[in-house]
């Protein structure tokens, strides 16, 4: 007897031989799940292909290409109430084992006391850094972090259009949107961004960002340390 719902746009479903998991066969370019819709189900890919992506400052992202044995989506059995962070498309004919809270729960309730032991720990343990992975960075402190470690170690000058992209890459962002935060100190003059001056030949011709302010962390956190009064 067929399930109810077991086939629809370029998904088919089965149950498992073993248990009551179920199977999925999704078709090449078809979606498993999209961005902010809520999940309740995780999945263990077994054969094909999945991409995770997601939209970063408007435009999509590619987090990951994933290959047999993954799972992904797992987000949905540990936190309540929670929207998923990114899309999954097959990127060929896939298939994917379903799971779902009561199956992670009832196998915890079976499963020999050492085992279900250990899995409740890893459990507990992937809900802290899940929920700690969701937080979203501070990306302007986190850019004056970075250049203060910079300043902090004796590095004064860096490539601009370099330190943009790898920036761009730390905080998930757009180019444009590190840009705006560095145009930002520039205007307060903890930082200078020219062409003139480079040192080293790998330098010639290109943006030089100069860190123009000593212990900027504190100064950005803080404010400049007021002037010592002198007698006289």
Known sequence: ????????????MKRVSQGSFLQRT????????????????AYILVDGKV????????RKKVFAVLSPVS???????????QSRTATAIALEDSKVVVLNKDDLDGYIKTAPPAISAMLNVMVSRLKTTTKKALRVPNVPVGIVRILDLFELNGITEVLY???????????????????????GLASQGHI?????????????GRRILRILTPHLLDVVMHGPKPE?????
Not at 5 to 12: H, L
Not at 71 to 81: H, K
Not at 162 to 181: K, L, W
């Open 1 to 12: 007897m067929p399930l109810p719902g077991s086939r629809d746009s370029g998904v088919v």
């Open 26 to 41: 999704v078709l090449k370019h078809n979606v498993i799940f999209t961005e902010r819709s809520h999940g309740e189900e």
């Open 51 to 58: 991409e995770i992506s997601g939209t970063v400052d408007g």
């Open 71 to 81: 799972i992904f989506g797992e987000m949905a059995l540990f936190l309540e109430d």
């Open 161 to 183: 259009d370099s330190a943009v992209r790898h920036m761009g890459d730390i905080f998930v962002c757009a180019p444009q949107t590190i840009e705006g935060y560095l145009q």
């Open 192 to 204: 200078s961004v020219d062409a003139s001056g480079a040192s080293g030949p790998a330098a010639s």
């Open 228 to 232: 010592a009064k002198t007698e006289g």
